[in-house]
């Protein structure tokens, strides 16, 4: 039998409404994602791409179409459900790494699970192994501001791996880091797709960085190009 | 020219739009804010009404009998002997005299028995010889009443002459009364009125009605005249007046003829000018009225807090549109001016508010302490003045600057925050903890110097060291909340991860790493705990000692006293009819008479008894302080010329036992060795005691004014009491309370002299409260990028809005902890240095754990509660990644 996609858009939009401008960052796209992709969205600055991932990672609710993640329709979802979507089924890799300033390294990598409920001995164990996975086991006690851009972005991939998500959403994870970092951010993220299945979905203006996925969809002005 | 104007227009539309119109769209923040100041200024102006309110009572009811008296003669408590006035006559040279009667008296128109001392109507007496007393107060009649000659009433409203005045007065019976207790009381001309004078019941006729000028003014028209000679009768007090008035000749020199007249009076008689009655009761409810004042300040200087606060929250929230500012052209001065605009703003409206609240507060303030006031100092207490332009230049003299100065810090801050921040990204601020070792050098430093000043004497029997040394303590334990909060963050830690789950840990980590910005909060919050916390364990051992004092002091079964309570100028007595009747009840086994007076010792009014030594010793109803063997000098005083004095006598003069103080007496002033000193909680002024027949040797036999009742072993105290008061006849009331009903009673009176206290401390806290919720807004706004990566990692909003709840738990528990450590030390200050220095009192130190379990409580409860409103906007966030 034909496995369902993983994550599927049906003219998807997205119309922001502010006094009296109406701004349409998403035109109505379509495309599925299979279990274990790894997908880049490509596209210069302000063609859409992140207010897809937006959308695609429960971070916000559709105007337009429909968007279903693991069998579930997302776009009619109220925000607690969403917010256990993400708790559950969605990892974040951000540009300026975004982790929580006021907490450890180690806390900050078991916070997805320890939000789920999940034993705080178990989460940190689960942060340890991830941390020592990721290559930033001696920085576990550490806060982020005490640690590189490099080894910041590696603390956020295991954060957004500890739970086992399904889909892994990540926006210009390079975009802040220097080339060597970046470039090893980069293996890193390819490694775990490859060897854990974890399903990505990338966004990039850098050709580069979308050469590194298996499939590539460019967009522009809010469609795929 | 043109451009100043111009440049003055332009700013003003920036105040309007950058400062006014956010501070109107943030209604909650700025109405919180406004109600905190105006709060604090109500308090400070209510007060200060309060204490010019129970000092213009007296003062009133002084000037407006006084009428154009200059100068009073007095006596050494007892008035002045008839039999010197021949020898007097010299006072003419210096201008009129008039002899006069003034006293106390309380409408008789129900049951009294049923109905608290406290609460019969008090009416002023005056009894005046009306030939001599014309030219120094005004008496206009209304009415009068004319008998006809068949004995019938008939109201007149033709005029008077003195002679015909004179007339009216010429029966004991007869009264004149005012237009205002005619017509409320509904005593016409001709109709019979019940006065008791004392315990006893006596009817008068009004003869008269006067207008509603001159002493008629006094207590609201509660006075009543009448002939001298009816007023001495009615008073027991033959043969001799309370005092001379004398009226001098215009352009006369006032001091010179004080001096001139004392130098010449026999022993036992003093000169003063009018008005140092006046004085000497602003000097004995000085250290009542110091201690509100200071109480209310708490409330101002945490409703400033609030100041801080928003000013704070606003240069937060807009850090990236002062980034823009600064960008565009506009220097640190003018966006330091903007901010202290914003706080000068919420100042104005603030103290506008809070004038209009003061006079609601002061009305509130007054009814709350004139119980006491009454009770224990003075019978009058006004309504609290008018408010005057002198208030409202005190409120913007207080508020405005307090409010600028409790701004700089975050307007400081904002004048820095660079052009950068109008960058995305590019302005974050540090959100490492660091600990800082210099504020516990300051810390240290200021604990220092409020041990040293506490152990400073009073600056004219005010603590003012005392107070210093409280705020030297406030100041230096808030140097030390950072380092205590860092403690407390290393501590705790674990215990909020196990206990709490996620959201103990991220109120953990957050509250740590906010520490720098939490420790102004939670030191105000804590100022404000400690407050209370000092002042209940204040109240606590204050409460508890006189529970013992009472315990062992009170050891009649019966109290007998007459229909008032004596207080200030107001002396009441227990008539020999009425003892002589309740001493033949055969349960009785022995009476112990005791008499007060007034009397002035180095110008403040003290209290001069006479008593039964040989029965306070037999009964053993004295708590002694010094020496090891009072008892037995108190016996070897018997008969001789020595005195035992209360221990705020021997504290506020420095007399001990085996010192001598002068007493003046009818018979001039004399020496009288101190045998020993006492625990006395009963009155602040100082008690000076001399044994029965000492007194009686100097002032003559006068009437007590109270009688303590020792009954037979077995009798049964309100079965006799029952007893006792049927056997007075309808001429004689008195008061006759049990035992246990004068210990209920002495505790009510406590219990309600810190009504007060309580009501201001419930002001602060709940300012406080609004300070917590301010800071936790400041916290949330802050963090608005963290808490919507919380929601982004999956945090829903039920888990964020308890997150910030236990931080608003955290700030309260903390602070309590903090203010009941800081608040011990400060109820030490207050029990052993103000205390003792204001009333001169010894308090035995008692820790009341329960009410401190239960405010403990109380105080976390609140502050959670404080917390509700931030947390619900934190969960309220939008979602984002960016800034």
Redesign the interface.
């Known amino acids: 039998m034909e496995e369902m996609p993983l994550l599927t858009a049906d003219h998807l939009g997205k119309t922001y409404v502010t006094g009296d401008a109406r701004v349409t960052a998403l035109a109505g796209v379509s495309f599925s994602v299979e279990a274990g992709d790894f997908v880049a969205l490509m596209g210069p600055s302000g063609c859409g791409k992140s207010t897809l991932l937006h959308l695609c990672?429960a971070?916000?609710r559709p105007t337009g179409g429909t968007l279903t993640l693991n069998d579930r329709d997302l776009s009619t979802m109220e925000?607690?459900e969403l917010?256990?979507v993400?708790?559950?089924q969605v990892g974040?890799v951000?540009q300026?790494f975004?982790l929580?300033?006021?907490?450890t390294v180690a806390?900050n990598i078991a916070?997805?699970c320890?939000?789920?409920g999940m034993q705080?001995d178990e989460a940190e164990r689960r942060a340890k192994a991830l941390a020592g996975r990721v290559g930033i086991a001696h920085r576990l006690s550490h806060?982020p501001?005490q640690i590189s851009g490099g080894e910041m972005q590696r603390a956020a991939i295991a954060?957004a791996l500890i739970?086992q998500p399904a889909l892994l959403v990540a926006?210009e994870p390079t975009g802040n880091l220097d080339s060597e970092n970046g470039a090893n951010v980069l293996s890193l993220i390819k490694q775990l797709n490859r060897e854990l299945g974890v399903t990505i979905l990338l966004a990039t203006h850098a050709h580069d960085v979308a050469a590194a996925a298996s499939r590539v969809l460019r967009m522009k002005d809010g469609r795929f190009a | 020219m043109k451009r100043a104007f111009a440049h003055a227009r332009g700013r003003g539309r920036l105040f309007r739009q950058f400062v006014l119109r956010p501070l109107i769209n943030e209604k909650v923040r700025t109405v919180t804010t406004v109600l905190g100041v105006s709060l604090g200024i109500a308090v400070v102006i209510a007060i200060q009404l309060t204490n010019a309110s129970s000092v213009r009572g007296f003062e009133t009811a002084l000037e407006t009998v006084a009428g154009k008296t200059a100068v009073e003669i007095i006596g050494s408590g007892t008035g002045v002997d008839e039999r010197l006035l021949p020898q007097l006559g010299w006072l003419r040279e210096h201008g009129i005299v008039s002899p006069l009667i003034e006293g106390a008296a309380a409408l008789v128109g129900g049951d009294e028995q049923s109905v608290s001392r406290r609460r019969l109507e008090a009416v002023k007496i005056l009894g005046i010889d009306i030939l001599r007393d014309q030219p120094f107060r005004d008496y206009n009649l209304l009415e009068i009443d004319r008998p006809g000659s068949d004995g019938s009433s008939r109201r007149s409203t033709e005029e008077v002459n003195t002679q015909a005045f004179l007339q009216l007065l010429t029966s004991p019976q007869a009264v004149v009364i005012t237009e205002k207790l005619s017509t409320r009381r509904n005593y016409p001309p001709g109709s019979e009125l019940r006065l008791m004078i004392g315990d006893r019941v006596l009817r008068f006729v009004v003869r008269g009605v006067l207008k509603n000028e001159g002493p008629a003014r006094v207590l609201d028209g509660n006075f009543i005249l009448m002939d001298i000679a009816a007023a001495q009768l009615a008073f027991d007090r033959l043969g001799r007046v309370d005092r001379l008035d004398v009226l001098l000749p215009d352009g006369a020199d006032l001091q010179a003829s004080v001096d001139a007249i004392g130098a010449r009076l026999p022993d036992g008689l003093f000169a003063q000018r009018t008005g140092r009655r006046g004085e000497q009761v602003e000097t004995m409810l000085a250290a009542f009225h110091t201690n509100l004042t200071a109480l209310s300040w708490i409330a101002l200087i945490v409703g400033l807090f609030l100041v801080y606060n928003t000013v704070t929250i606003s240069v937060v929230a807009r850090r990236q549109e002062i980034g823009t500012l600064r960008a565009l052209g506009l220097s640190r001065h003018k966006v330091l001016a903007l901010f202290l605009g914003e706080a000068a703003a919420l100042a104005v409206a603030g103290i506008a508010i809070g004038l209009g609240l003061a006079r609601v507060l002061a009305d509130t303030a007054v009814s709350l302490t004139s119980s006491t006031v009454s009770t224990l100092y003075i019978a009058a207490v006004a309504a609290p003045p008018d408010m005057t332009m002198g208030h409202v230049w005190t409120a913007m003299a207080i508020g405005l600057p307090l409010s600028l100065i409790a701004a700089a810090i975050p307007a400081l801050e904002a004048s820095r925050v660079p052009p950068t921040a109008a960058m995305r990204?590019h302005d974050t601020l540090d959100?490492?903890v660091r600990f800082k070792p210099a504020p516990l050098v300051v810390a240290a430093v200021f604990l220092i110097v409020a041990y040293g000043l506490a152990q400073l004497p009073p600056v004219g029997r005010r603590p003012v060291f005392g107070y210093v040394s409280s705020f030297a303590i406030v100041i230096g334990a808030a140097f030390l909340v950072p380092a205590i909060m860092y403690g407390l963050a290393k501590l705790g830690r674990l215990v909020l991860?196990?206990r709490l789950?996620?959201e103990g840990?991220?109120a953990h980590?957050?509250l740590?790493?906010a520490i720098p910005r939490l420790s102004i909060s939670v030191a105000a919050l804590s100022v404000s705990l400690a407050m209370m916390v000092a002042i209940a364990v204040m109240i606590g051992s204050f409460r508890e000692t006189v529970v013992y004092w009472v315990g062992q002091t009170l050891q009649a079964d019966l109290f007998i006293g007459p229909g008032i309570r004596p207080t200030v100028g107001s002396e009441q007595t227990v008539s020999e009819d009425v003892i002589q009747t309740l001493g033949r009840h055969p349960q009785v086994a022995a009476l112990d008479r005791f008499r007060n007076l007034d009397m002035v010792y180095n110008g403040n009014l003290a209290v001069l008894g006479g008593g039964s030594y040989d029965v306070v010793l037999e009964q053993g109803s004295l708590l002694f302080k010094s020496p090891a063997n009072a008892r037995e000098e108190m016996r070897a005083a018997i008969g001789q010329d020595a005195v035992i004095v209360s221990e705020p006598f021997s504290n506020r003069y420095a007399k001990r036992d085996g010192d001598t103080i002068d007493i003046p007496t009818p018979q001039g002033t004399r020496p009288f060795r101190i045998a020993a000193v006492y625990f006395d909680y009963a009155s602040d002024r100082g008690v000076v005691v001399m044994d029965r027949g000492t007194f009686r040797k100097y002032f003559g036999e006068l009437a007590p004014n109270g009688v303590a009742a020792y009954l037979k072993p077995g009798a049964d105290p309100e079965r006799v009491r029952s007893e006792m008061l049927e056997m007075l006849d309808e001429g004689h009331r008195a008061f006759i309370y049990s035992n246990r009903t004068l210990r209920t009673e002495i505790l009510a009176v406590f219990d309600s002299t810190f009504a007060i206290t309580y009501a201001l401390e419930i002001i602060a806290i709940a300012v406080a409260m609004l300070g917590v919720a301010g800071t936790l807004l400041t916290l949330v706004l802050e963090r608005r990028r963290?808490l919507s990566?919380?929601?982004?990692?999956?945090?829903?909003?039920r888990?964020v809005r308890r997150m910030v709840i236990i931080e608003a738990a955290l700030i309260g528990a903390v602070s309590q902890g903090i203010g009941l450590v800081v608040g011990f030390a400060l109820s030490m200050v207050l029990i052993y240095v103000i205390n003792v220095q204001s009333f001169g009192w010894t308090i035995q130190f008692h820790v009341p754990l329960a009410f401190l379990v239960q405010a403990s409580i109380a105080v976390v409860i609140a502050t959670s509660i404080a917390g509700i409103y931030p947390a619900r906007r934190a969960a309220q966030l939008v979602?984002s990644?960016?800034e």
């Open positions: 990672g971070m916000d925000d607690d917010t256990r993400r708790r559950e974040f951000f300026f975004n929580l300033p006021t907490l806390d916070l997805p320890l939000l789920g705080p806060y501001q954060r739970h926006d | 990204g959100m490492r991860r196990r789950g996620v840990l991220l980590a957050n740590t790493a963290e990566l919380l929601r982004l990692t999956g945090a829903d909003r888990q979602l990644h960016e």
